[in-house]
């Protein structure tokens, strides 16, 4: 049988060893929201996920390759932080409402559109397998909303 003051002496150790681990999760508080200028775009490489943040876990989904995690679209505030290492900034042009590298339907004077990526460095679009921001402008953008593995083999490509 123990005794009480073996039971006693391992409380108090409980107890030193969770105040250590609140001292030490005060370190990862998150910082406040009013330190950042929002909307900030951020990437998660994890799902393939492109997600439009106007708080800390509050945004909206503009792109994915995990349907049965989100909806393009869909709004939340209870999304990972922003802040979790999860995630990767993305440019942004707020004005336009798209992110770097998105897919755009553009027009020129053809009846038809053309498929390109968005340059939100620039704001103006790009299609080479080098990545090169070689700057096409048009009048209109629209979100081109399609994904797939040949979206994602254009991205890849970017990215070599």
């Not at 929201?33 to 708080?55: A, H, N, Q, R, W």
């Not at 679009?125 to 994904?147: A, H, I, M, Q």
Request: charged fraction near 25%; include cysteine.
């Amino acid at each position: 049988m123990t005794s009480k003051n073996v039971i006693l002496a391992e409380l108090k150790l409980a107890q030193t060893h969770m105040d250590y681990l609140r001292r030490k999760l005060e370190n990862f508080a998150e910082p406040p929201e009013d330190s950042f200028t929002y909307p900030l775009c951020m990437y998660s490489d994890i799902t393939g996920t492109v997600i439009k943040f106007v708080g800390l876990t509050t945004g909206e989904v503009l792109a994915t390759n995990s349907p049965n995690l989100y909806t393009v679209g869909e709004e939340s505030s209870a999304f990972l932080a922003h802040t979790a290492s999860a995630w990767e900034s993305v440019p942004y042009n707020e004005a336009r409402g798209l992110y770097d590298k998105q897919l755009v339907l553009v027009f020129e004077d053809l009846e038809y559109p053309i498929i390109r990526f968005y340059d939100a460095l620039n704001d103006n679009c790009f299609l080479e397998k080098s990545g090169n921001r070689n700057g096409f402008d048009y009048v209109d953008y629209l979100p081109c909303n399609v994904t797939g593995d040949w979206v994602d083999e254009l991205r890849n490509k970017l990215e070599e």
